[in-house]
């Protein structure tokens, strides 16, 4: 059962990395924190998950396609965006964003037009793209940590620490799937003091 969930930005020391934190609770009302992290290929591998938390790390891909959506989302109505447009709007390497706006095509998010007037936009309506399954097309299946990945855990004494972790990544995809592209692009909209409507 979800606990509770914010988005925040967690800085520390040189290291500065998107967080989704939130509890799960198991058992009455005890809680185990989960971060929900994306960090920049620079720091991806110094150890930037120092509370000790069990992490599931977003890449820049994931980033990237997720910023990508939510552009089109606020933008939708105006026919195609040029991908130029959504780099420079949301901060992705144009050398990157044809390859993520590729995934989303191939995945069925996205549609795109060659030509002079050609560019990309949403081929859902953004209340019907669900988080779990955008990051799903980025990321591929969603782990929670090492232990998940370990073929041996469920014979060699370990079961109830694997189960336990099925559960983590049960209620991550859970709070991913209640998020919408809608919701995202609402938020960032208040955020900004604009408005989004759909």
């Known amino acids: 059962m979800l606990g509770s969930g914010r988005w925040r930005v967690h800085t520390q020391s040189e290291f500065n990395w998107f967080t989704f934190t939130f509890g799960v609770?198991?058992?009455?009302?005890?809680?185990?924190?989960?971060?929900?992290?994306?960090?920049?290929?620079?720091?991806r591998n110094h150890g930037a998950n120092s509370s000790g938390a069990p992490t599931m790390r977003l890449s820049s891909k994931g980033d990237y396609g997720i910023r990508?959506?939510?552009?089109?989302?606020?933008?939708?109505?105006?026919?195609?965006?040029?991908?130029?447009?959504?780099a420079a709007r949301q901060a992705i390497p144009e050398s990157l964003v044809g390859q993520v706006l590729g995934a989303l095509r191939t995945a069925g998010f996205v549609r795109s037009a060659r030509g002079a007037q050609g560019g990309h936009e949403l081929a859902m309506e953004p209340a019907d793209v669900r988080m779990d399954a955008v990051v799903k097309s980025l990321e591929g299946n969603i782990s929670v940590g090492a232990c998940l990945d370990n073929p041996n855990l469920d014979s060699s004494g370990s079961a109830g620490q694997l189960h336990m972790w099925e559960d983590v990544r049960d209620a991550i995809v859970d709070v991913l799937h209640d998020r919408t592209l809608a919701d995202l692009a609402e938020r960032d909209a208040v955020t900004a003091g604009g408005r989004y409507s759909i």
């Open 68 to 86: 990508a959506l939510v552009d089109l989302a606020q933008h939708r109505g105006r026919g195609p965006i040029p991908s130029g447009e959504i």
């Open 25 to 43: 609770a198991f058992i009455g009302n005890a809680t185990i924190p989960v971060k929900i992290v994306w960090i920049p290929p620079t720091v």
